[in-house]
């Protein structure tokens, strides 16, 4: 499931490319306020913690250290509906600050 998830990520990139440029700098301090209000319930979300409340869910770290999982490529996840998640609208402010909490919890 997850490398399906990198893989249709992955391509739209080139789609969402250009919209990318105009999308504000996130700040991972609200990124981090957001994702407790609205991933925390199926995604763990705190740095390290691998286990999410819902077996079948990725942590956020571990999202994080997937192998070709840029910012562009979470940007493109949250702005497109899916079946597995739950309908979210985030502006592009919140949804930048998602995506940079998500790539602060990268581990070296």
């Keep these: 499931m997850r490398t399906i998830v990198i893989c249709l990520a992955l391509a739209l990139v080139g789609v969402a490319g250009s919209a990318r440029a105009n999308e504000p700098a996130g ?9 407790e209000r ?12 691998l286990a999410s409340p819902r077996i079948d869910v990725a942590s956020f770290t571990v999202i994080a250290n997937s192998p070709g999982m840029s910012e562009l490529a979470l940007s493109v996840w949250l702005a497109t509906p899916h079946r597995e998640m739950p309908h979210i609208v985030l502006d592009a402010d919140e949804r930048a600050s998602i995506v940079a909490y998500i790539t602060s919890l990268r581990q070296p």
């Excluded at 700040?27 to 994702?35: F, L, M, N, T, Y």
């Excluded at 609205?38 to 913690?49: N, Q, V, Y």
């Design 27 to 35: 700040d991972a301090k609200r990124g981090r306020v957001s994702s």
């Design 38 to 49: 609205l991933c925390a319930e199926c995604h763990a979300i705190k740095p390290g913690d």
